[in-house]
């Protein structure tokens, strides 16, 4: 069974810091994973999307590394700023059922980031 | 970049009554259609899978009479919460994707408080 652990769970930082969120995954077999944003009370926002087969993804101070073989994917946040606190949260898409678009897609619990002014 | 519209955002009803809430991808066809649910401070608990044209698979635990899916055409799926109760009360949100390599873009999520 797959299971996704962020840690840490909530994460405070003086804005300016460089800083990065961790992702875990039991099983590597997986098809793709992404960061999300979610504000409070908010839907989730695609941050990257990175596919089994690539290592890393880059947009604008975001970038997310994923090492399949290792279980781990991380996320690196440069300069941040208070704009950035929100929830972040990695998503696994299972291969388990070969090219159907149906495989199951499981969410880490998120990492709450809060970066102070 | 890709749309999900969910609708609507915030609902408060009597308990006892149905709720419908819709899901519509603006300018992609999204093959499949999850379901999820989130408590407060919580991450989201995937309550069902639906494809276009078929039964929706629901998640063990998820009672699918309680909990309608319906993803009649490739843009639109909605959850019907039927003879809610207090204990439904909960943030519903929706994500849609089209191909199994495609990224998954969420609705804004739907409120939903049952008094």
């Known amino acids: 069974k797959q299971e996704v652990t962020q840690i840490p769970a909530a994460l405070s930082v003086p804005e300016g810091e460089n800083l990065v969120l961790n992702c875990s995954f039991t099983?590597?077999?997986?098809?793709?994973l992404q960061w999300f944003r979610q504000d409070p009370g908010k839907g989730l926002t695609s941050l990257l999307l990175?596919?089994?087969?690539?290592r890393e993804q880059t947009s604008g101070r975001l970038n997310a590394s994923l090492d399949k073989s290792s279980g781990r994917s991380t996320l690196y946040i440069a300069a941040s700023q208070p704009g950035d606190s929100a929830t972040y949260l990695c998503?696994?898409?299972?291969?388990?059922?070969?090219?159907?678009?149906?495989?199951?897609?499981?969410f880490g619990s998120g990492t709450r980031l809060s970066i102070r002014p | 970049g890709a749309v999900v519209s969910q609708h609507p955002s915030r609902v408060i009803c009597k308990s006892g009554t149905s709720v419908k809430i819709e899901c519509r991808s603006l300018?992609?066809?999204?093959?499949?259609m999850f379901w999820y649910r989130q408590f407060p401070k919580q991450s989201l608990m995937l309550m069902a899978t639906?494809?276009?044209?078929?039964?929706?698979?629901?998640e063990q635990g998820v009672e699918k009479d309680k909990f309608l899916i319906n993803h009649a055409s490739l843009t639109l799926s909605t959850l019907t919460v039927t003879s809610a109760h207090p204990e439904d009360s909960s943030f519903y949100i929706c994500?849609?994707?089209?191909?199994?390599?495609?990224?998954?873009?969420f609705g804004n999520g739907t409120r939903l408080t049952v008094t």
């Open positions: 994500s849609a994707t089209g191909r199994v390599n495609s990224p998954l873009h």
């Open positions: 099983d590597s077999a997986i098809y793709n």
């Open positions: 990175i596919q089994s087969s690539q």
């Open positions: 998503a696994v898409r299972l291969d388990s059922s070969g090219y159907s678009s149906a495989s199951k897609i499981i």
């Open positions: 300018d992609f066809q999204a093959t499949t």
């Open positions: 639906s494809n276009e044209g078929s039964k929706a698979t629901y």
